[in-house]
């Protein structure tokens, strides 16, 4: 709970990844990869319930050992590789409202495919979407690219850059980010009525580039592995907002 706001915890990981099979329990740096997800939402100061929604009695129940909640196996129809993200996190807040009870006012969600996040960097979305009184706040880190400067596209015949621009250094173009597919946090009444990520007032959390890895394949995964192993200290916070 922070300043009187129950939040509940989601995590999706559903059973069939087709980029890395077995990923969400595959072992990374000695525990399941789900595992560091669940470890990090337990920590947290603010978060009252951690909640994994799978497909997979697999995945739940390695899940379990590691202390989250499997209240239930997701459908199969918000189990497939085109299932909407919005959808399976809908579904967890309707049964957990109405088949546990559980009152809340505030929606998080961890991807299992970016542990390097920290837990302060979990705790500092949920006080940004408090006391920026945002509808939303989801995870960034600058982008290696800037479409108003160094990223051109193919038209025809012609090449140009993706957005036209006078830019002409690199220190002149606008700053741009990328999703680093980490932390997203949402009022819940926001969630339920807009079902969406960029809303009227959304706000992002940047993160650094090394805390910002997402796992889609066995490259991900080795990287992300190096990372994990070459530290045993805790990587430098220069975290904020923008």
Not at 4 to 25: E, Y
Not at 144 to 166: C, D, I, Q
Request: net charge neutral; with cysteine.
């Amino acid at each position: 709970m922070h300043k009187g706001h129950r939040i509940l915890c989601v995590i999706p990981a559903r059973g069939g990844s087709k980029g890395l099979p077995g990923k969400n329990i595959r072992d990374l740096a000695g525990k399941p990869l789900i595992a560091h997800s669940i470890d990090q939402a337990k920590q947290s100061r603010y978060i009252d319930r951690v909640v994994v929604s799978t497909d997979s009695d697999e995945i739940a129940r390695v899940a379990r050992s590691f202390g989250a909640e499997v209240p239930f196996l997701r459908p199969a129809e918000l189990a497939t590789d085109k299932s909407s993200t919005i959808d399976v996190l809908l579904h967890a807040m309707d049964w957990m409202e109405q088949k546990e009870r559980f009152a809340f006012d505030i929606l998080l969600l961890l991807h299992v495919t970016a542990p390097l996040r920290t837990v302060g960097d979990i705790d500092a979305c949920v006080e940004q979407l408090v006391d920026m009184k945002c509808d939303n706040v989801f995870s960034v880190t600058e982008a290696h690219r800037n479409p108003y400067f160094n990223m051109v596209e193919r038209r025809g015949n012609t090449v140009r850059l993706v957005k036209e621009s006078a830019v002409v250094t690199r220190q002149a173009a606008s700053p741009v980010f990328d999703m680093n597919c980490s932390i997203y946090v949402w009022w819940k009444d926001v969630l339920r009525k807009k079902k969406g990520l960029f809303l009227d007032r959304t706000e992002t959390y940047i993160m650094p580039k090394e805390r910002s890895f997402d796992i889609d394949d066995i490259v991900d995964f080795r990287i992300v592995e190096m990372l994990l192993k070459e530290s045993s200290r805790e990587l430098p916070d220069r975290s904020e907002a923008v």
